[in-house]
Nanobody
Framework: QVQLVESGGGLVQAGESLRLSCAAS????????MYWYRQAPGKQREVVAT???????TYAESVKGRFTISRDNTKRTVYLQMNSLQPEDTAVYYC??????????WGQGTQVTVSS
């Protein structure tokens, strides 16, 4: 069973930064697409950033220029650097590892709260 463990969430003020980490236990990390999602209260979960195996990255329009996804395959870890945080970034952030339809795992989530 693959486990994904997120860390780095917390309470910050608007304009500050946080760096989220997600450590994976499985052996297929380097061959997996890694995602960061978020879910705000009363809203659907949305994809925030994606990093492919070739390190192609994509971002939601709302975070472009502020968030950066990166991965370290030697550490089986994906990161989300979040700068210039705004109250609308408040959500539970989840990482996801996808290799195939049957190898698709989620972390437990980490809370990010941005005060104005």
């Amino acid at each position: 069973q693959v486990q994904l463990v997120e860390s780095g969430g917390g309470l910050v003020q608007a304009g500050e930064s946080l760096r989220l980490s997600c450590a994976a236990s499985g052996s297929l990390f380097s061959m997996s697409v890694m995602y960061w999602y978020r879910q705000a209260p009363g809203k659907q979960r949305e994809v925030v950033a994606t990093a492919t195996t070739g390190m192609t990255t994509t971002y939601a329009e709302s975070v472009k220029g502020r968030f950066t996804i990166s991965r370290d395959n030697t550490k089986r870890t994906v990161y989300l650097q979040m700068n210039s945080l705004q109250p609308e970034d408040t959500a539970v952030y989840y990482c996801r590892q996808w290799y195939s339809p049957t190898y698709d795992y989620w972390g437990q989530g980490t809370q990010v709260t941005v005060s104005s």
